[in-house]
């Protein structure tokens, strides 16, 4: 146990300050996939009991129900309602666009962070080669300055220098796959929310439709 945290600490010490960079990386990558998936959940984006409420209210119904717990909800989905219900007594196509104001801010609000995900997707590779070309670059001039040359310490050394180029391939493909997961989940349930506010708007202004 002890030695394969010493080899690990070696692993990465050896990786010089392009290792530090992408480690930061990693952390910052790591962060946002978890509070992501914690705030990105259906229940939380689009409450289960606000959807049924639009979903089974009638033509002409009252919207007490609606509007109660829009008020009482915290949820993208809560909001873009709240502004409609808000706005009934603007004409329809007023009322359509304010929605959309205020739900193109929740859907900014529910990316927030994928920025980061789809930076280190780019970056992390790129940071992992510059690591490896400059330990090569040491490995190669400590040759040529005449300290003479043991292939078995040149290939060794050549392996340590392409340990920042393994970390960065390691940081990128999970941050690819979580920034589509969420991107598509973000998508999704934009899709739903636009769907039931098209409804309650059509419930809402039936004598215009």
């Known amino acids: 146990m002890v030695e394969s945290l010493s080899a690990a600490v070696?692993?990465?010490v050896r990786g010089g300050f392009f290792m530090i960079l992408?480690?930061?990386?990693?952390v910052a990558a790591g962060t946002v996939m978890i509070l992501r998936a914690r705030v990105l959940r259906e229940r939380l984006i689009v409450p289960p009991a606000l959807e049924a409420a639009v979903e089974e209210l009638r033509p002409g119904g009252s919207l007490q129900n609606i509007a109660d717990l829009s008020a009482a909800g915290?949820?993208?989905l809560s909001r873009i309602v709240s502004v409609c219900l808000s706005h009934l007594n603007w004409p329809r196509q007023e009322n359509i666009e304010a929605v959309q104001v205020r739900a193109r801010h929740e859907i900014?609000?529910?990316e927030t962070g994928l920025a980061i995900l789809e930076m280190a997707t780019g970056v992390a590779p790129l940071l992992g080669?510059?690591?490896t070309l400059s330990g090569l670059v040491s490995i190669f001039a400590n040759l040529g300055g005449g300290a003479g040359g043991d292939p078995v310490a040149v290939a060794r050394g050549i392996s340590e220098a392409l340990n920042t180029t393994i970390v960065g391939l390691a940081v990128a493909v999970p941050c690819l796959m979580a920034h589509n997961y969420f991107q598509r989940k973000v998508e999704t349930m934009s899709v739903a929310m636009e769907g039931l506010v098209a409804d309650l708007l059509a419930k809402c202004y039936l004598e215009q439709r």
């Open 74 to 76: 915290d949820s993208p």
């Open 129 to 131: 080669l510059l690591g």
């Open 108 to 110: 900014v609000g529910m």
């Open 22 to 26: 992408l480690l930061a990386l990693s």
């Open 10 to 12: 070696d692993f990465f």
